[in-house]
């Protein structure tokens, strides 16, 4: 069966500090793969997308994600975390057969202590 | 300004009651989707159109119906027979792309609370 996981459910980290969220998606076919996230009680906003083309791709707030297709990984980076950075980030993967049919990972919590 | 308004933010109802959760889009989006968010599990999807008067049940069908009579509007209606309908409600748009595959945008999201 086709699965996203995200093994942090939680990550505290510095302000400052670097930040890396991990994902892996379980697809027999090319997967089109997202992050969003989401602060509390509010709906998702997507960070960055990856279709095609170079691995590493660049979003917005100064995060960056890389695709390593061998690893089925789409690890989610930023080099100094804001406080403004904690909320809850959620991967996503499609394919094409699915469309914009989205399965999302259970998301982890990001906190930033000062 | 463009976006997807849900209503209302917060909404409680007592067992046995049919409640209807409203999104709106103005975007111009041919799709519509509805997801249900708990805590620890994602989103999953409850049900999804890409077109007026289609649609199709996602992951979790089982209790929700809902309408698509205009391209703006997707109405979710949470029956009597969810069995555990207490949760977040997550509306989201997207176009349909020449690839097949584009970004979903999401609305505010509506807190449901059976009492």
């Known amino acids: 069966a086709q699965s996203v996981t995200q093994p942090d459910i939680h990550i505290t980290v510095s302000e400052g500090a670097s930040l890396e969220l991990r994902c892996n998606y379980s697809?027999?076919?090319?997967?089109?793969l997202f992050w969003y996230v989401q602060s509390p009680g509010q709906g998702l906003q997507l960070l960055l997308k990856y279709f095609s083309g170079d691995t590493l791709v660049q979003g917005i707030k100064g995060f960056e994600a890389e695709f390593k297709r061998s690893q089925s990984s789409f690890n989610l980076r930023k080099p100094s975390v804001h406080w403004s950075d904690a909320a809850e980030y959620f991967c996503a993967v499609t394919i094409k057969a699915a469309g914009n049919k989205l399965t999302f990972g259970g998301g982890t919590r990001v906190l930033v202590k000062p | 300004d463009g976006g997807i308004t849900q209503s209302p933010k917060y909404l409680f109802r007592k067992e046995g009651q049919n409640v209807t959760l409203s999104c709106e889009q103005n975007l111009n989006h041919d799709a519509m989707y509805w997801y249900r968010q708990d805590p620890g599990q994602g989103l999953r999807l409850i049900y999804y159109?890409?077109?007026?008067?289609?649609?199709q049940k996602g992951d979790i069908a089982e209790g929700y119906s809902v309408s698509r009579e205009k391209k703006e509007s997707f109405p979710l209606t949470v029956t009597s027979a969810q069995k555990n309908p207490t949760a977040f409600y997550l509306c989201?748009?997207?176009?349909?792309?020449?690839?097949?595959?584009?970004?979903?945008?999401f609305g505010e999201g509506s807190r449901l609370t059976v009492l």
């Open positions: 989201a748009s997207s176009r349909m792309a020449a690839r097949g595959v584009g970004e979903l945008f």
């Open positions: 697809y027999g076919a090319t997967p089109y």
């Open positions: 159109s890409q077109i007026v008067n289609d649609f």
